[in-house]
């Protein structure tokens, strides 16, 4: 059971994310290829809060971002490895015209990024308080994400922003975690053998499961289950 489950270790950290309840990621920092004004509108204004109240973002262009040129990256960097489910993102709202439209979500693990997927954002009012467009990729792991902003709504000006950035995910355990998982032997297996079963979905017949004296959980069956059941 110890070598089963040192070889289904990076299925059994997945699992344990999946079966997370989501939470809004804290970012440790974030960084931008260029700002047009870094004292009034830092790129530390996507992750402050600032101008948000009941979810809807103001109109006041202090409380953004603006990149002085596009396309325009900016990069978030956690402080842990993260299941990313969804990003919900405010445009650009003091002018309507510099807010992004197209963009693409890249996720890092300890290298280089990698391409998630593309999205278009939708043109902010820029006169009025703005609510949150909310995206739900595949998800997937990162440890730092960048949106990569290549186009605006005025094709004629360099100038491209975003109001607020929140993302939201599950803390993926670390390997010394499943390692302390596995620390607790043969006696802890049979509760993460049967989650991780549960979470994907397999329904394996007695005669295929490991026994052991120690694994009394997942052998103390006397035989098949009954025709049309499944393993709980």
């Known amino acids: 059971m110890g070598r089963l489950l040192l070889l289904m270790a990076p299925l059994a950290l997945a699992v344990l994310a999946a079966s997370s309840p989501a939470e809004q990621i804290v ?3 974030v960084v931008a290829s260029s700002t047009a004004d870094p004292t009034n509108a830092p790129p530390d204004n996507l992750i402050n809060g600032s101008g948000l109240s009941g979810g809807l973002h103001d109109t006041d262009l202090k409380h953004m971002w603006l990149a002085s040129a596009k396309p325009a990256t900016v990069t978030f960097t956690f402080g842990q490895l993260y299941q990313v489910t969804e990003l ?4 650009y709202n003091a002018t309507v015209d510099k807010g ?8 890092a693990l300890d290298g280089g990024f990698t391409a998630v997927g593309s999205f278009v954002l939708s043109q902010a009012p820029g006169n009025t308080p703005l609510a949150a467009q909310v995206f739900t990729p595949i998800p997937f ?3 730092s994400l960048q ?7 005025n094709q004629f000006s360099p100038l491209v922003g975003l109001s607020e950035v929140q993302l939201f995910g599950a803390p993926v355990p670390e390997p010394s975690t499943l390692a302390g998982l596995l620390g607790m032997g043969l006696l802890g ?14 329904h394996w017949p007695w005669s295929a499961l490991p026994c052991s004296a120690s694994a009394s959980a997942i052998c ?13």
Do not use: C
């Open 88 to 91: 919900d993102i405010w445009n």
């Open 189 to 202: 297996a049979p509760l993460l053998w049967r989650r991780m079963r549960r979470s994907i979905g397999l």
């Open 100 to 107: 992004a439209k197209d963009f693409t979500v890249l996720a």
């Open 141 to 143: 792991q990162a440890r």
């Open 27 to 29: 970012v440790q920092s």
């Open 220 to 232: 103390a069956a006397p035989g098949p289950p009954a025709e049309g059941m499944t393993l709980r």
């Open 147 to 153: 949106l990569d902003l290549t186009s605006s709504y």
